[in-house]
């Protein structure tokens, strides 16, 4: 069943299920805090890198954004 996640049609929620399903399964917003996306972002982001995947600092902070208004 696909995750049915809040704001399905702002940019932030639309990029955050395209860009982040490429590894992984796609977690709810409300699985963390917002200071626990803040590292686990910066967790990923070094993971993308390792594998060459491009994440521009727009994209992360659209994604961060969507990540901080839907956290618990």
Same mark, same amino acid.
């Given at each position: 069943m696909a +995750? %049915? !996640? *809040? #704001?399905?049609? =702002?940019?932030?929620a639309k !990029?955050? =299920?395209?860009? $982040? %399903?490429? $590894? &992984?399964? !796609? *977690?709810?917003?409300?699985?963390? %805090? @917002?200071? +626990?996306?803040? &590292?686990?972002?910066?967790?990923? #982001?070094?993971?993308?890198? +390792?594998?060459?995947?491009?994440?521009?600092?727009? #994209?992360?902070?659209l994604i961060?954004?969507? !990540?901080?208004?839907? @956290?618990?």
């Amino acid at each position: 069943m696909a +995750q %049915t !996640l *809040p #704001e399905p049609e =702002s940019p932030g929620a639309k !990029l955050y =299920s395209k860009k $982040c %399903t490429k $590894c &992984h399964g !796609l *977690p709810g917003p409300k699985r963390h %805090t @917002a200071e +626990q996306w803040d &590292h686990l972002l910066v967790m990923m #982001e070094g993971f993308m890198d +390792q594998k060459n995947i491009p994440f521009p600092a727009d #994209e992360k902070k659209l994604i961060k954004d969507f !990540l901080h208004r839907n @956290a618990r």
